[in-house]
């Protein structure tokens, strides 16, 4: 969902100065309008909007960077921000999100970047780079994550004695620890699915998000696995579930994962993903309180 800037053009005598801002709560209708009408219309106004007020606790009052022509929004680049415990330390993480700069300003867009990384001592991440997006990040000192990503086939399988929970306050109930946080942060995040899969009477919980690939519906991709171990026994019970919500493949990194199941293949060009932190390695890294738990694209 992002893309680089191009070159510089000239501006005509007259026009208002291109200067970069915080993005403020009092610009977030604005900036959710210019996104659903620039970046995805699938995605409303609206959604947007709440995309940048995540549930959990904020570190920072803002939600990224824009760019104003006079009072004319005319670029964005989404931040969400959080506080994790990366390499044994409390962290705060800067997810780059949503990047979105006119035709007409793409050679202001660089700003955008350069006052996004101008945060001090902050990990940031990027989970859904495209296009020459990848290749800019390398140069400015991101790491590749590994995502070898395996398609899953979603196929009716027996699972006996494993039981899938849906219902909120039982998946709140059966969770503890850093399982029931992490679900409390993401339960009205708006891309996350929550699942709970009790095999043996033992919790697994699975978070993930629909998506579509080349433009077609029916694929989901894993975003959490509290145990990759369970999740290998009740996997056929998840896949009935994913097909009763119309998804008839599952894409999963290993990463995520944990494991490589039965009959699945690997994708031969699976998406990047990337971070840049001093101090924190690649293991360190996940997909939530992100862009990828918060927006449904």
């Known amino acids: 969902m992002n893309q680089e800037p191009t070159v510089p053009v000239e501006r005509p005598a007259g026009t208002p100065r291109v200067v970069v801002a915080p993005i403020t709560a009092s610009d977030l209708e604005r ?87 101008a945060r001090p001592g902050v990990v940031f991440t990027d989970l859904s780079p495209s296009g020459t997006v990848p290749a800019l990040n390398r140069r400015l000192g991101f790491t590749d994550l590994d995502t070898t990503t395996l398609l899953v086939p979603c196929l009716p399988l027996p699972t006996p004695g494993v039981r899938v ?16 946080e992490i679900y409390r942060d993401h339960r009205d995040a708006a891309a996350a699915r929550h699942v709970v899969l009790l095999v043996g009477g033992r919790p697994c919980y699975v978070m993930f998000r629909k998506v579509r690939r080349k433009g077609l519906p029916g694929f989901a991709t894993l975003l959490h696995v509290s145990d990759p171990e369970l999740l290998r026994r009740g996997g056929g019970a998840l896949s009935r579930h994913l097909l009763r919500h119309r998804v008839v493949v599952l894409l999963a990194e290993l990463r ?15 998406r990047p993903k990337m971070f840049r932190g001093a101090g924190v390695a690649p293991g360190d890294v996940d997909d939530l309180y992100s862009e990828l738990t918060s927006v449904p694209w």
């Open 31 to 117: 900036v959710g309008r210019f996104l659903h009408e620039h970046l995805d219309p699938r995605v409303p106004a609206e959604t947007w909007t709440r995309t940048v007020r995540p549930a959990w606790c904020s570190p920072v009052d803002d939600h990224g960077h824009l760019l104003l022509e006079g009072d004319r929004v005319v670029g964005v680049y989404l931040a969400i921000h959080s506080e994790r415990v990366l390499g044994g330390e409390r962290r705060h993480v800067c997810n780059l999100a949503a990047w979105c700069v006119l035709d007409t300003h793409r050679a202001h867009g660089v700003r955008l970047l350069r006052a996004q990384l």
């Open 165 to 180: 929970v849906t219902s909120p306050a039982r998946i709140d109930a059966l969770l503890e620890g850093r399982d029931r």
């Open 256 to 270: 995520v994962a944990g494991y490589a199941p039965r009959l699945s293949r690997r994708l031969s060009d699976p």
